[in-house]
């Protein structure tokens, strides 16, 4: 059997939800009651983000999948959820995964990593984003440290970057909403982004105006606020639901007996999927797939594909 120490859950039994009355409904509200539901909303996810969880990195990594799904439809592409954990499985490490597979990474790389964006790191994102790079995207890191240096609230600093992005390359609101949920972190000091803000974007693009933001400085901020207190919820209600899967497959692990368990088991915790086709230095290919069917007879993990063959495993 495996005797690496597998974690034991930090978060608390109860995964905080945001109250109903903080979850927006129908239009856009004015400004001041948009920035109030983001405040209630942001402040139940900042307490799920600070309880640090086993599973939290699992759960990023499916936000990160939702918010690729979204940026995929809004630069016209048709992949679903499968298809896109299919690109970044089933990619051979340093092969291209694709225009839609690209979006997946770029979503992906800023669920883990600590916020903060260099020239660098931004050139290689817009490459992931297929925005090109020119002088004014540039400026966009010194436009965040502004930003970060003054007292605006949170979801207004980031509704100030995706404002910023438009002036200096329009037509690239995927590379906005991607340094909005930066700088949103940046500003609650998280030690790590949530993918929030693409999965709720489409209220930002205006019928028949090729995907313009709203003209005004209110109309956006509002927007903003909104898509944050929206993926507040989505966030939240995704974590109450992965919470009693990874406390199920916590509670299987003393039935395990494959060598190599452990280290399965804190993959599965840490990723959205992963391939039935596991192979570690302690586990082979042969026992991965038995201990994934053990888990899922066991109730602890599902199969996600849906397909016979190259199975995905995950919470």
Known sequence: MDLAPIPHSKAPQRVPAVPSWAVPRGPVPDPVEAAFLAGAALNALDNLVRADPTWAGAWRARLALQCAVVAGRQAGR?????????????????DDPGP???LLVAWRRLAERSPGVDTVALQSVCALLGVSW???????PVEIERLLAGSRPAPLAAAAIVRAVDAAQPGAPLLGWWLADQVLALRLRWPLPVPLLMANAGGVRRAGRGGELPPN????????????????VRACRLAAEIAPRAARLEAVVPKLRAKGAGDAVRRLLDDDVVPGTLQTDALSRWAARRLFDRLVALGAVRELSGRPQFKLFGL
Not at 78 to 94: H, I, Q, T, Y
């Open 217 to 232: 400085a209110d109309g956006l901020d509002a927007t903003v606020c909104v898509a944050a207190a929206q993926g507040a």
């Open 134 to 140: 020119g002088a004014r995207l540039a400026a966009l």
């Open 78 to 94: 048709s992949e679903d959820e499968n298809a896109l954990r299919d690109a970044w499985v089933l990619c051979a490490p340093g």
């Open 100 to 102: 839609a597979g690209r």
